[in-house]
């Protein structure tokens, strides 16, 4: 045998080189075990899900948690169109009034969590089809390297102003749970629906764009190409601090459009199990109290010490009184006619 074969055959002869041969006959194989998945629909976006899930998985290495950023209307929309075979267990936030539609759909399982008991009635579905978790006010928000707190509008009324035209970005309303809360509001808040259509019209000719999507409207806002947004207080809060944007906020005088953020088990999830799992663990007063401290999300659910929470987060804003039945049926035809008559129209 000559040195280079020598030299190949190496690995193969020497004791405990080369691939590992089979083990012993008493010698069992070790078998990892198979981890379990849960999959979550959620507009919270990439900022808060990523670390939660290294959070959830650090303390539940069992499972895996696979997430999908989506839109609260696109989750939705997914939702109905996978209805015959669901790929998501859980759908984690949205405005309630999209979890209604959903559990009127048949699209969410009943489920009661341990602390469903101590709940507040207008926070949770009759059937235990969603239960609310976060409170989400929506502020108007402006590019604090351009402006002063004291400069920004203070009140939803200001932004009708001829100093903010062509400086106002708005998402997108059509994919948004919250712009079509927001919307809603202001429509509600005036003494006709057509007077609120006539508002909403006035903000448009101050708006410069409608991104479609946050990610968008926050760049857009850091880089000036629009000065003043209306958003979830909570995401300003997020993109400070991930991505130091200039953002500051405004809690208007008049009270703020607040949102009941939801979370529910889908119907006909294909891991039911560790979606359960998944479902206790965000709403524990530990990850409540954690989501406050980095993400600025209020508590909706019960077990939270207020005099835990962040000492910047606002202990009590105003909400603006809201007709979520009105907002649930009358919601999706407004939006309809602010497509066809409001956006359409030309800005000077």
């Not at 946050?214 to 991505?243: C, F, N, Y």
């Not at 009941?260 to 560790?274: C, F, I, N, S, T």
């Not at 990850?287 to 005099?307: H, I, R, S, Y």
């Not at 007709?323 to 009358?330: A, G, P, Y």
Request: proline share 9%; net charge neutral.
């Amino acid at each position: 045998m000559n040195r280079w074969r020598t030299l190949w055959l190496l690995p193969f002869l020497l004791p405990g080189c080369g691939k590992p041969g089979p083990p012993a006959a008493d010698q069992p194989a070790a078998v990892a075990p198979e981890r379990q998945q849960v999959v979550v629909y959620s507009p919270h976006g990439k900022e808060m899900l990523e670390p939660f899930e290294k959070r959830f998985e650090a303390d539940h290495p069992e499972i895996d948690l696979e997430w999908t950023n989506l839109g609260s209307q696109e989750v939705l929309d997914r939702l109905r169109a996978e209805r015959a075979n669901p790929v998501a267990d859980v759908w984690w936030g949205a405005p309630h009034t999209m979890f209604r539609k959903a559990a009127a759909d048949g699209l969410l399982a009943p489920y009661r969590p341990t602390w469903a008991d101590q709940a507040q009635a207008a926070r949770h579905d009759a059937e235990d089809r969603w239960y609310g978790q976060y409170l989400t006010p929506a502020v108007i928000v402006y590019n604090s390297d351009a402006l002063t707190a004291q400069q920004a509008p203070q009140d939803w009324d200001d932004l009708l102003d001829a100093r903010w035209q062509g400086k106002i970005l708005i998402r997108h309303p059509l994919g948004s749970g919250t712009m079509r809360s927001f919307f809603a509001a202001m429509i509600l808040r005036a003494k006709t629906v057509d007077a609120g259509f006539d508002w909403l019209r006035k903000l448009h000719l101050n708006t410069k764009a409608y991104p479609a999507n946050p990610a968008l409207l926050h760049r857009q806002m850091a880089t000036r190409e629009g000065l003043v947004t209306i958003w979830a207080l909570r995401d300003v809060e997020i993109q400070k601090r991930s991505h130091h944007y200039p953002l500051g906020y405004v809690v208007p005088r008049s009270g703020c459009p607040t949102v009941l953020d939801a979370l529910a088990m889908v119907q006909g999830a294909r891991h039911p199990e560790a979606a359960r799992t998944f479902y206790e663990y965000v709403t524990a007063p530990a990850q409540m109290l954690w989501a406050a401290e980095q993400f600025d999300c209020m508590p909706a659910t019960p077990g939270v010490e207020a005099a835990r929470l962040p000492a910047r987060m606002p202990r009590k804003i105003q909400q603006m009184p809201l007709d979520w039945d009105v907002v649930e049926r009358e919601g999706a035809g407004w939006m309809d006619r602010w497509d066809r008559t409001v956006r359409s129209v030309k800005v000077p």
